[in-house]
């Protein structure tokens, strides 16, 4: 009994003895990986606060705005230099340019003995005055619109007395002769008073460009 005790109890510490050594075992390899976890954790943590520095170094990029070329900018003030000042023409002056023009075209379109073209020309006089209906309410009608009307008479009167070149004319052209006579003693009976006074000025020479052009009744 004694001997089989001894066994029992010599079995018992072996098996204590080796709990131990197991125990001891896991123990070193927790703390191993608890050490790994550890680690890593500090490297991801140093790789966050990497992270955050690069993040925290980057700068906005400036941004450069266009700046207009000087030298082209030299060369418009250069164009604008050669042109010289440039002329700022008031509505009114526009509006006697465009019926001196119309005017200058009847008179070559009398000289051709083309009846056709003045009575156009004519009639896109008069559209230019009533668009300028304004300006003349305030400053009156232009002279150089009476010098035009007493010259398209002067040249009417010498083709109405002229029969052998009526007969030449065309029929259309002839008409238009007709109807210019008939469309111009309307505007001379308006304007009879201020008609008189422009020729007895001498104003239906064709060649006159004085002061008076600017003038209005």
């Given at each position: 009994v004694k001997g089989a005790?001894?066994?029992v109890a010599r079995g018992e510490r072996r098996a204590a003895?080796?709990?131990?050594?197991?125990?001891?075992?896991?123990?070193?390899?927790?703390?191993?990986?608890a050490s790994s976890?550890?680690?890593?954790?500090?490297?991801?943590?140093?790789?966050?606060?990497?992270?955050?520095?690069?993040?925290?170094?980057?700068?906005?990029v400036a941004v450069v705005k266009a700046v207009p070329n000087a030298f082209m900018k030299g060369d418009a003030d250069s164009d604008?230099?050669?042109?010289?000042?440039?002329?700022?023409?008031s509505h009114k002056d526009k509006r006697w340019e465009q019926m001196t023009e119309t005017i200058t075209k009847m008179k070559n379109s009398m000289k051709n003995n083309d009846w056709n073209a003045v009575t156009e020309d004519f009639a896109s006089l008069h559209k230019l005055l009533e668009k300028a209906k304004q300006i003349v309410a305030k400053e009156g009608v232009p002279t150089f619109y009476f010098k035009a009307l007493l010259s398209l008479d002067?040249?009417?009167?010498?083709?109405?007395?002229d029969k052998p070149a009526i007969k030449k004319m065309s029929k259309t052209n002839a008409k238009s002769l007709n109807g210019m006579k008939q469309n111009l003693k309307k505007k001379m009976t308006e304007h009879e008073t201020k008609l008189a006074e422009v020729k007895k000025a001498g104003g239906i020479d064709d060649e006159e460009e004085d002061d008076d052009d600017d003038e209005s009744e």
């Open positions: 005790a001894f066994h003895e080796s709990r131990s050594l197991m125990s001891r075992f896991f123990s070193a390899a927790g703390g191993a990986a976890d550890e680690s890593s954790s500090s490297e991801d943590d140093s790789d966050n606060d990497s992270d955050v520095e690069v993040v925290e170094e980057a700068k906005p604008d230099d050669d042109d010289g000042k440039r002329v700022v023409r002067v040249c009417l009167q010498k083709a109405l007395a």
